[in-house]
């Protein structure tokens, strides 16, 4: 169940979806991985894990640069790329959502996914793949160090990739996530933003793995301190991967700014930062469509929208980063821990609207 059927007011006005594929293009794929259960043997299980696939501009789309920006709040997580999107300020690459140690299995599988897809491109010029592969640590809920996925399961997440409504909670890389010691994983929202009479998108996917009980707001709801039971850890032991698409003009140091607006929108949530948790944000724009650099002519020209008419977009992620992180966990389902063993518990919906009744923030479709 999402937010806005419990009721729960979140600022802005969303697209069709409420989704990150609300921005033209976007597409978004899942291979969820669930087998066996009981105790925990490292190689055989139980396995609750997955990967999400994510292309800027569709998975057939020709082989282009996207340009991107990114921002690293807390660094203890991986997302790989990011040196040159720093410096070159685009990406070429589907992005792909794993656990920890899953990242060298998708970044070779990615690789050879786009060499047999771009073959032609490959075989003719002196081209090279630096894919953008991030991920958070599900080792609580999942046999991580039996290194369960394989190439396969990224290909069937990539060629699974569609626009239209996203599935959240536990499917693909957020499977066996965990958020403010509630269910997480998967989760994604929007906002339509006007700037200077033009219409735009601004779409937010989240793998949140993040947060401890005692910190956890909801619209500015204490819901933490009002919802203490459930606790497995007593740290902030996660990461939270946001990834931030528009269709605004945008250069990479604007795309820069934007990821970093991501911050705002956790901090909403009501998460310090903790120490054990990866913060990674990245920003792309599918606007400035361009043939890659190797092949393009030497002079280019980009849009932009100005520095001083962006506020509207940083709105619009803030406020999508807030919301896709709680559908995360209105659609997350109660999974089996195995290190410890117990039970992660989905967030109790019904109690959830007492407490935001109680606050007076439920919107009257919740009632």
Not at 311 to 339: C, F, H, Q, R
Not at 341 to 355: C, D, H, Q, S, T
Request: aromatic letters at 8%.
């Amino acid at each position: 169940m999402r937010t806005t059927e419990v009721g729960i007011p979140f600022p802005g006005d969303t697209g069709k979806w409420n989704a990150i594929t609300d921005v033209a293009g976007v597409e978004v794929g899942y291979e969820t991985i669930i087998e066996g259960d009981g105790p925990l043997v490292i190689g055989e299980g139980p396995v609750q894990t997955g990967v999400t696939a994510i292309f800027p501009k569709g998975k057939e789309a020709p082989l282009s640069p996207v340009l991107a920006g990114v921002h690293s709040f807390n660094g203890n997580g991986v997302m790989t790329g990011t040196q040159w999107i720093e410096d070159g300020g685009y990406f070429t690459s589907p992005i792909v959502l794993t656990n920890s140690h899953g990242v060298g299995i998708a970044h070779h599988a990615t690789t050879k996914w786009m060499f047999e897809r771009h073959r032609e491109a490959y075989t003719k010029e002196h081209l090279w793949s630096m894919p953008v592969i991030a991920e958070t640590y599900d080792g609580v809920t999942n046999d991580i160090h039996g290194m369960h996925v394989t190439e396969e399961h990224v290909f069937r997440a990539l060629q699974r990739a569609a626009s239209g409504p996203v599935a959240e909670g536990n499917v693909g890389g957020g499977t066996g996530m965990i958020t403010y010691d509630f269910k997480g994983g998967s989760g994604t929202s929007s906002r339509i933003v006007t700037v200077d009479g033009k219409t735009y998108t601004v779409g937010v996917f989240v793998q949140s793995n993040f947060g401890r009980r005692p910190w956890l707001q909801i619209a500015g709801v204490p819901v933490g301190k009002e919802m203490p039971k459930g606790v497995v850890k007593e740290d902030d032991r996660g990461s939270i991967i946001v990834i931030i698409a528009t269709d605004a003009p945008l250069l990479p140091h604007q795309l820069r700014r934007l990821a970093k607006r991501a911050t705002l929108g956790i901090a909403r949530t009501g998460t310090v930062g903790g120490n054990g948790s990866g913060d990674i944000f990245l920003a792309f724009s599918t606007a400035n469509e361009q043939e890659v650099p190797q092949v393009a002519s030497s002079h280019q020209t980009y849009r932009a929208i100005n520095d001083e008419h962006c506020d509207p977009l940083y709105e619009g992620v803030v406020w999508a980063t807030e919301e896709a992180i709680i559908n995360a966990m209105t659609s997350g389902e109660s999974m089996a821990s195995v290190k410890p063993e117990g039970m992660i518990p989905a967030i109790n919906l019904g109690k959830l609207r007492e407490v935001m009744k109680k606050y007076n923030r439920l919107n009257g479709g919740g009632e």
